[in-house]
């Protein structure tokens, strides 16, 4: 009786400070983190770490925020989950969790201190095992602080394992942001931004120092450069990124016609943001300090406008009846039995594509030669495909052979307009040179089923399985808008546009002639398999 009371007493003053100090302490620590260690930790990561740590490393504050953003996105989704949760919750914070918590903070900053003190003396490594047990012994002080023993493994059960995979999503967040940017690299995108901020700071009576030439702006003598990457074109990939998940998770609920008015809307409120951002970190330059202005406030004011742009998009939207379906019931008052999570047919049409891109950027980031990687993109991608197997099992698969025909014609118009091989693709040559020869003959197998099997069945379900099929709303104009649209983000995410984009038709014009999304999986499959066996008889992978 005691623990009912002290359970429906759990909303008084004393818990919910508590909750709060707490969430303010562990926010604090995230950006203490993230500033120490990029602006005072002298140190140069990748020549004394393995570059994927380095790579992962140096987005850490960037990852929490994304997950936060994305963990609290998916809450109101599924409500019931996170009552249970929340029922499991101490009636007040364990002292002893808080202490472990403070050992943690303390290991976390201790490879700071000993850089500090003995400045090139401690191998690296030390600093590694510091951080990584300091992150372990602070996330069981968390869990502990929070949860009883007893109960924290059956309240956390259910929520195990979509909770890992919406963790995994927020830190692959940015690099899946890093693989949209290209379509937002547009020099009038830097020219607007450039004059927008010059007419903010002239409207507010601001001395303003400008070079149009160099996209130089500044008050008096403190400069800053708007390039290409202060044009808002990160945020602007990332915001797509996250209403795009948005929109998949709530898209039982969501008119999908009228929800695409969030993608402008985003957009717009992304870019203004953004231009406010450089105006206001001038002005902080200019009449605070430069160094707060260009070590703090211009590397982290971004992600913090993301997080919250992005979280009250998805609040907002959520209450607006109009983009709700007429009588649409929330996931968590639905009394109707829903698939497991790898049984849900949007989840196997686009987590596949979603990792596929993820693990493409993460490898560029890490190699010289990401192509050598290859392999281990296709593992991760191969399991989530066997996770999803009753869902491609289920597909009607037959060979069509107007389909398997149109598909070896592109593989061939694909091969006879590639280009010279780059210097990437030479150093690629030599990297494969240096291979054993099983390692050798095992690469090539796996980049050979890749291309032909694994890709063409990855893209598909996403860009006509998927993006084609929820535009497609019955009646030519939208049939139409819906090729056009599947067809132009899949050329996008190739080098070269035109010839994707003339494959990306033919294969969407496939789908559409029966409504069988396998139709345009063997057509691409086909393509796919010429172009790789080009390759193999002649020995140049540049072209897949």
Request: aromatic share 10%; hydrophobic share 55%; proline share 5%.
């Amino acid at each position: 009786m005691e623990y009912a009371d002290r359970m429906n007493g759990r909303s008084s003053t004393g818990p919910r400070a508590g909750l709060l100090l707490l969430a303010i302490f562990c926010v604090a620590l995230v950006v203490a983190a993230a500033l120490v260690y990029k602006h005072d930790f002298v140190f140069v990561c990748r020549d004394s770490l393995p570059t994927v740590f380095c790579a992962a490393l140096s987005g850490a504050a960037p990852r929490v925020l994304s997950v936060v953003g994305i963990l609290t996105m998916a809450s109101m989704i599924r409500p019931a989950v996170l009552r249970q949760v929340a029922a499991a919750l101490r009636p007040t914070l364990a002292w002893d969790g808080i202490a472990l918590i403070a050992l943690g903070s303390v290991l976390i900053f201790a490879p700071w201190i000993l850089n500090k003190g003995l400045p090139g003396a401690v191998d690296p490594s030390v600093f590694v095992a510091l951080w990584l047990s300091g992150l372990a012994v602070a996330g069981a002080g968390l869990t502990h602080t929070l949860f009883p023993l007893k109960t924290v493994f059956a309240a956390l059960k259910p929520a195990a394992l979509p909770v890992s995979g919406l963790v995994a999503f927020g830190l692959l967040l940015p690099e899946m942001a890093l693989t949209l940017q290209p379509i937002w690299k547009m020099p009038w995108l830097s020219e607007l931004t450039f004059d927008t901020v010059i007419a903010a700071l002239t409207f507010f009576g601001q001395p303003v120092v400008s070079d149009a030439t160099t996209k130089m702006i500044g008050i008096d003598e403190f400069m800053v450069l708007v390039g290409p990457q202060c044009s808002g074109v990160e945020g602007l990939a990332l915001i797509t990124v996250f209403l795009a998940t948005y929109i998949f998770l709530f898209r039982d609920q969501l008119r999908l016609g009228r929800a695409l008015l969030l993608f402008p809307i985003g957009l717009v409120a992304s870019w203004t943001l953004n231009s406010i951002r450089i105006a206001v970190l001038l002005l902080i330059g200019r009449y605070v300090s430069p160094e707060l202005a260009i070590e703090g406030f211009h590397s982290h004011a971004g992600w913090l406008m993301f997080m919250l742009l992005s979280v009250s998009l998805a609040a907002g939207a959520h209450r607006v009846r109009w983009l709700q379906k007429s009588g649409a019931i929330s996931v968590a008052e639905s009394t109707q039995p829903r698939p497991s999570f790898f049984a849900d047919r949007a989840t196997v049409l686009i987590l596949p594509f979603a990792v596929f891109m993820a693990s493409s950027t993460l490898t560029s980031a890490i190699s010289e030669t990401p192509a050598m990687l290859y392999p281990v993109r296709m593992a991760f991608v191969a399991v989530l495909i066997a996770l999803g197997w009753s869902v491609v099992r289920a597909l009607p698969w037959r060979i069509d052979p107007l389909s398997l025909a149109t598909g070896l014609a592109c593989g061939a118009l694909w091969v006879a307009t590639s280009g010279p091989a780059s210097a990437t693709d030479a150093l690629l040559e030599s990297r494969l040179a240096e291979l054993s020869s099983v390692a050798f003959f095992g690469w090539i197998v796996v980049r050979l089923l890749g291309t032909s099997v694994v890709v063409p069945l990855v893209e598909e379900f996403f860009f006509r399985g998927y993006i084609l099929a929820k535009l497609d709303k019955g009646g030519m104009a939208w049939r139409i808008l819906a090729l056009v649209v599947s067809t132009g983000i899949f050329a996008a995410m190739h080098d070269r546009y035109i010839a994707a984009a003339l494959a990306g038709l033919l294969f969407g014009l496939i789908y559409l002639r029966r409504g069988n999304l396998t139709d345009a999986v063997i057509s691409h499959a086909g393509a796919n398999a010429v172009i790789a066996g080009w390759a193999l008889v002649h020995g140049d992978f540049s072209v897949i």
